[in-house]
């Protein structure tokens, strides 16, 4: 069964630090682009942050740029999302997903998508 499974989550205070994964089983990473999610109560989903298969090129949302990094472990097919100065307004539901895709990465046409985790950024 071709699976994406995040972890990570979880409640910490503003400032603080988060490591999301990203684990995909029944299948290989290699060949995909992986992005984050996020969709917050009562709010549409947004693209965060991707990667694309090789590595080599990275995207951020300008909400979370310099205070989040993407990257990703093939050999673990595994993608992480570091999250740093965390803000309440980053409290979502993250998600990741992958996109088969030769070069590049996007937000939009993904094929496998996980679950979910939530992140609360709270005093």
């Known amino acids: 069964q071709l699976q994406l499974v995040e972890s990570g989550g979880g409640l910490v205070q503003p400032g603080g630090s988060l490591r999301l994964s990203c684990a995909a089983s029944?299948?290989?990473?290699?060949?995909?682009?992986i992005g984050w999610f996020r969709q917050a109560p009562g709010k549409e989903r947004e693209g965060v942050s991707c990667i694309s298969n090789s590595g080599g090129t990275t995207k951020y949302a300008d909400s979370v740029k310099g205070r989040f990094t993407i990257s990703r472990d093939n050999a673990k097919n595994t993608v992480y999302l570091q999250m740093n100065s965390l803000k309440p307004e980053d409290t979502a539901v993250y998600y990741c997903?992958?996109?088969?895709?030769?070069?590049?990465?996007?937000?939009?046409?993904?094929?496998?998508w996980g679950k979910g985790t939530l992140v609360t950024v709270s005093s």
């Open positions: 997903a992958a996109d088969r895709v030769l070069v590049g990465c996007g937000y939009y046409g993904m094929d496998y």
């Open positions: 029944g299948f290989t990473l290699d060949y995909y682009a």
